[in-house]
């Protein structure tokens, strides 16, 4: 027992310092490239050969002694790249020597087992198919054939150059991605979740299926500055879904509604997601830009919530809590009202051109002292220790990603399979958009099975934006389309982490919460054929026109969670949903006849809906 404390809380003053380190640098400024990059993935390969020995069983020793071995080549790879990295720069071009070449493949493969043993395999085995690829190009169908790199030539991008594993994906998630996770962190160990899942509680609760509409609202506040989904569903779940349960909810409904929902927060405008801030770096535009092109996609996503729970509730006769078991709104805003000020410090940043690295610093420090305004929310020197461990180590899965990803980008950029891939969309669908962003989303489907959500865009918006460019799609578009689909990875079956987090926290058979995480969800994929049809929502145009693109989604978004759940005012037929359906489609083309006519047809149901209530008497499905 001696020993597993010792463990952890080495581990724990490890990703303390992980956090110090960049929060220093956040506020003095980023050191050189090399130092910058080089400490990101040192720590994140320690930490991950601690946190995640190779062992099936637990031993006496915290780590075996292979693992110490990785741990000490980790620390020679980092440091022989940090002290040599000039030399690199002024030699260019030039062959590795042996010891340079052997560092490098050490490298790679520390990087390619630390993802192994943090996200899963699957990330690991798709960046080795692309590496085998880029050396065995000559080998390879006409339509994929390269000439083939050297083992040299291809280590040297990964290893001695900002192209591979030190490339942009770490910079990005070293200087901005990082520090919203600590802030996360200091969120959750403020109370600041506590407090916006009451006060969340006291807005809706006493509506049609209020404890699902709490796991709604509250997921929207806490996960639009969370930025990450598994954490949302953690920490508002183990509130939002004993809650619903005790309301008459199924567990993998109950489940399956909280990871969903947590979803939204890497929509929602302050902080978003990781592959937000990505995606900003990418196009090329500051990132109020992509925050403010996220606003109404957002909006269309809860509100397609909202109805969905609500149509849950009147399918399974579920009331909302009674108004004598809900906090009065005005006494939880008295009590905690000053959790607001770090989203207003954000927010003011973002707005007043400052980069995201400082509005993260800034959201950490005006976070931990909002905490002090009153002495129940107060954090002692203990809870401000915990919160920069746990920001080291809840980060830890994103940082051996950023490496990971990081040499698949380096794979497929080498050999220009990109533009490859991108004319093979193309070839494929012979020009048709519609099919494109079809075979993208599957895709994305695909890649979500064993990718998180960052690793999956960042590969797509490889592969596939490009071919989407070519077909007329703004470039803004086609990343936040990519963005968008990309998201399914965390509810899609079989490996969809915050479904599997939330049947935990429920009891729930995690597969039929995946499933029905799934059905929920299927509003990602059909807003993102939205924006690419209706820009104004992605906030382009005048407002007469964004407003009236806003109204016809919302319309649109709403018939299709209705075909999603299967009800409406009563359970809908085979006839009902093929009408929703059509709507659906002809709202999300830009004009006013497919808009009146895609209206049309859902008054027709809700009239022919209202005619068989009528006619039959209240229904209740199987």
């Known amino acids: 027992m001696e020993v597993k404390n010792k463990k952890a809380l080495l581990i724990s003053i490890l990703a303390a310092v992980f956090s110090v380190v960049f929060i220093y640098q956040a506020a003095f400024g980023f050191w050189q490239v090399q130092y910058t990059r080089g400490l990101y993935i040192w720590f994140a390969l320690v930490l991950a050969f601690l946190i995640n020995p190779n062992r099936k069983k637990e031993a006496s020793l915290p780590v075996k002694i292979s693992d110490y071995v990785l741990i000490l080549l980790s620390t020679a790879t980092i440091a022989y790249f940090i002290m040599n990295f000039d030399k690199f720069t002024t030699n260019a071009g030039i062959p590795l020597t042996t010891i340079e070449l052997s560092m490098g493949i050490l490298a790679v493969f520390l990087v390619l087992e630390a993802s192994r043993r943090t996200v899963g395999n699957s990330l690991a085995i798709i960046a080795l198919v692309f590496l085998a690829y880029t050396y065995f190009g000559k080998y390879m169908p006409t339509v994929i054939y390269h000439r083939g790199y050297s083992i040299n030539r291809i280590i040297s991008v990964l290893y001695a150059s900002t192209e591979g594993i030190f490339g942009s994906v770490v910079y990005v998630f070293s200087t901005f991605i990082f520090l919203f996770v600590i802030f996360g962190s200091f969120i959750k160990a403020s109370g600041a979740g506590d407090f916006f899942v009451e006060l969340s509680k006291a807005a809706v609760g006493r509506f049609t299926g209020g404890a699902g509409q709490t796991a709604v609202v509250s997921s929207w506040m806490l996960g639009s500055v969370l930025g990450s989904s598994t954490a949302n569903t953690a920490i508002t779940g183990s509130v939002t879904i004993p809650m619903m349960l005790s309301r008459g909810y199924k567990p993998h409904v109950a489940a399956a509604i909280e990871a969903v929902v947590s979803i939204g927060g890497q929509f929602m405008p302050p902080v978003m997601g990781a592959a937000a801030f990505l995606m900003a770096a990418f196009v090329g535009v500051p990132y109020l830009t992509i925050a403010m092109?996220?606003?109404?996609?957002?909006?269309?996503?809860?509100?397609?919530?909202?109805?969905?729970?609500?149509?849950?509730?009147?399918?399974?006769?579920?009331?909302?809590?009674?108004?004598?078991?809900?906090?009065?709104?005005?006494?939880?805003?008295?009590?905690?009202?000053?959790?607001?000020?770090?989203?207003g410090v954000i927010i003011y940043f973002l707005s007043n051109g400052f980069s995201p690295s400082m509005a993260g610093f800034w959201a950490i420090v005006s976070c931990y002292l909002a905490s002090m305004i009153r002495k129940d929310t107060r954090m002692s020197l203990k809870d401000l220790f915990n919160a920069l461990a746990d920001g080291g180590k809840s980060s830890l899965a994103l940082a051996t990603t950023a490496g990971a990803v990081g040499i698949l980008v380096a794979a497929i950029s080498l050999p220009g399979l990109g533009m490859k891939f991108s004319s093979i969309i193309i070839q494929l669908a012979n020009g048709n958009l519609p099919i494109a962003l079809v075979l993208v989303m599957a895709a994305s489907f695909v890649l979500g099975m064993g990718m998180n959500v960052s690793s999956a865009y960042l590969v797509l918006v490889t592969l596939a934006a490009p071919a989407l460019v070519d077909m007329g799609v703004p470039l803004l578009t086609a990343h936040f389309f990519v963005f968008w689909t990309s998201q399914l990875s965390v509810i899609t079956p079989p490996v969809c982490l915050s479904a599997y987090v939330a049947a935990a926290i429920a009891g729930a058979d995690t597969w039929k919460t995946g499933w029905y995480s799934l059905r929920m969800g299927l509003s990602i994929y059909y807003v993102p054929l939205m924006f690419v049809y209706i820009p104004y929502l992605l906030w382009v145009g005048e407002p007469g026109q964004i407003f009236w693109a806003f109204t016809t989604s919302l319309v649109g978004v709403l018939a299709f969670s209705a075909v999603m759940q299967g009800y409406l005012l009563t359970v809908t037929n085979y006839f009902d949903r093929a009408l929703l359906v059509v709507a659906s489609i002809l709202l999300i083309l830009s004009g006013f006849t497919t808009d009146m006519i895609g209206f049309g047809l859902i008054i027709l149901v809700v009239l022919l809906q209202i005619a068989r209530k009528k006619k039959q008497g209240p229904m209740v499905p199987a």
């Open 293 to 343: 092109a996220g606003l109404l996609p957002a909006l269309l996503f809860f509100f397609s919530m909202v109805f969905m729970v609500y149509l849950e509730a009147k399918r399974s006769d579920l009331k909302g809590i009674p108004v004598d078991e809900l906090p009065k709104a005005w006494d939880v805003l008295k009590k905690g009202w000053y959790f607001f000020l770090p989203i």
